[in-house]
């Protein structure tokens, strides 16, 4: 498989971004994730076109509070090598380059998973998957799609998607974000992306949504559900006000999840990144399940 690696010097001085680079190979590919601390595990889940640069607010009072924070770049993404075939990402194949990274490569147990976005797409499978390696779910403006019709506001983000090849990926944090960013934190997401080259599986995301009941990925995501339908551990929400594609979409988890009962589920001021919106009540959130 052809593939794409970001030259490291793309991420250098990048503003909050002062991790050690790690590394795991899954697939031939290889994998870059944040890993700090020691403690109850946290792994965070990013989505399109984001990458762990999302979680810079995220690690140091996880760390501090007796976290070990583990935060993927997914493969297409961030550091992480970047197959240039768009027919390379598929739903299931994220979902398996996920799964080896987390179960295998690293051998993560009693996760505690915060995810958004496709970060909860991939995330949420696994969990209904592989139940019994998870403690506890924080989820945030994400869906676990089954073949169901998805909200107009996404009809029209993979139109943009599919009619825009080099996506301008700061550019669209920024516009998905409720506070502006700096100039430099757009830079910074546009790190991983020297030229649209890189951008393959950026592209290949919304078209992959099970947005109806002859996509693949229903039976799989069907099935998950049925997990999650069984998940009696703690299944938390905290989603934005000011998503018009996900607004609304933590009532199905509140109501079908055992785990959701009894929760402190909140809903934040933010974007479709409340990552850069409501940082520290996300923190609070992952915390409450932890109990750190």
């Known amino acids: 498989m052809k593939a794409l690696r970001t030259p490291d010097a793309r991420f250098a001085d990048l503003p909050d971004y002062p991790f050690a680079p790690r590394f795991v190979e899954v697939d031939g590919l290889r994998l870059h994730h944040i890993d700090e601390g020691e403690g109850p595990t946290v792994v965070l889940l990013h989505g399109q076109p984001s990458w762990s640069y999302l979680y810079r607010a995220f690690v140091p009072p996880l760390v501090e509070a007796g976290h070990r924070v583990v935060a993927l770049d997914l493969v297409g993404f961030g550091r992480s090598d970047k197959p240039v075939d768009e027919a390379a990402y598929t739903y299931a194949a994220h979902a398996a380059w996920v799964r080896q990274a987390l179960f295998e490569a690293l051998d993560l147990r009693d996760i505690h998973l915060f995810c958004q976005d496709w970060g909860g797409l991939i995330g949420l499978r696994l969990v ?151 940082a520290p009540a996300l923190v609070e959130g992952i915390r409450s399940l932890t109990g750190r």
């Open 128 to 278: 209904g998957l592989h139940p019994e390696r998870f403690a506890a779910v924080c989820a945030a403006n994400t869906a676990l799609p089954a073949g169901q019709r998805m909200p107009p506001a996404f009809a029209e983000w993979k139109a943009f998607n599919a009619s825009t090849p080099d996506l301008p990926v700061g550019a669209l944090i920024q516009r998905a974000s409720g506070r502006t960013l700096s100039p430099a934190e757009v830079a910074a997401y546009d790190a991983p992306f020297p030229d649209i080259t890189y951008k393959a599986g950026v592209r290949t995301f919304p078209a992959l949504v099970p947005d109806g009941p002859d996509y693949a990925g229903v039976a799989e995501n069907r099935k998950a559900w049925g997990g999650l339908m069984r998940f009696e551990r703690p299944f938390l929400t905290v989603f934005s006000d000011d998503d018009p594609i996900t607004r609304g979409a933590e009532k199905g988890f509140i109501e079908r999840v055992p785990g959701a009962k009894g929760q402190p589920h909140r809903v934040v001021p933010g974007g479709h990144f409340l990552q850069e919106d409501s």
